[in-house]
């Protein structure tokens, strides 16, 4: 006890606030100031509305069109989950017949702004390698409807954790739309909202999923800007595009 003792108090600090954040500890004082020793205030339970007094229903989710072409001005109005972010909506392009659907996870940054591709989603680096990466399988982009999980960017690119179902919601409702034969997710997010499952979990295998007119199968794969930072992955990717159009579904993986 009598030793002296040499304390690193920085350390000591950022341990305890990681703690604390990894506890859910978002704020180290409250607006007024609180009397620790105070008993607590008696529960109060409100009674419940006198008979024949009307109760305010629960507000209702926006009902989404039963139609592409409405769904598709409807995806980037008021009654979405990005309607108050910052930012432009790029909106889904490609034949509402396609046979081949791409769902990526959000804009990119230069989405609109790189090459003349004004209002465009993957128009930039990114849509250029999946312009080529379409090329090796034998399609083009006018082939292809492609589209996004997110209409908007997201704040550092990461779709909230409190939007994501009504958006995987949103996503799975554009692809009944469409009916495509075959669907390439491009990154987690994709993966996550279609599939349920991280994109780790999911690649290497054909998932498939039920439409208005059948099933498609379903492909997870890295998103082209990861390929573009490593493109070592590059190869993997390749087998999924070939597993994307020449794969059999096996009986356990049909959703």
Do not use: Y
Request: charged share 20%.
């Amino acid at each position: 006890m009598g030793a002296d003792q040499t304390i690193d108090w920085r350390n000591a600090a950022v341990s305890v606030l990681d703690w604390w954040h990894d506890a859910g500890v978002d704020m180290l004082v409250d607006d007024a100031p609180r009397d620790w020793f105070a008993a607590p205030e008696p529960l109060v339970i409100a009674p419940p509305a006198p008979a024949g007094v009307p109760v305010a229903p629960p507000v209702a989710v926006a009902t989404m069109p039963l139609s592409l072409t409405e769904f598709l001005a409807w995806r980037t109005g008021a009654d979405v989950p990005e309607a108050g972010w910052n930012g432009i909506s790029l909106a889904a392009e490609g034949p509402a017949d396609a046979t081949v659907m791409v769902l990526a996870d959000c804009p990119d940054r230069d989405d609109g702004t790189d090459n003349g591709g004004a209002g465009q989603l993957l128009s930039g680096a990114s849509g250029r390698l999946l312009d080529r990466m379409l090329a090796a399988i034998g399609l083009t982009r006018s082939e292809v409807h492609v589209a996004a999980v997110c209409a908007k960017r997201p704040t550092a690119g990461r779709i909230q954790r409190e939007v994501e179902d009504r958006l995987a919601e949103i996503a799975k409702h554009h692809i009944e739309l469409v009916a495509p034969k075959r669907l390439l997710l491009l990154g987690n997010a994709a993966s996550r909202a279609i599939l349920g499952m991280e994109l780790q979990a999911a690649r290497g295998r054909l998932h498939g999923i039920s439409h208005k007119v059948g099933e498609a199968g379903v492909v997870a794969s890295f998103h082209p800007r990861f390929l573009i930072e490593k493109p070592a992955a590059k190869a993997e990717a390749w087998k999924d595009l070939q597993m994307l159009m020449g794969g059999q579904m096996s009986q356990e993986t049909r959703a």
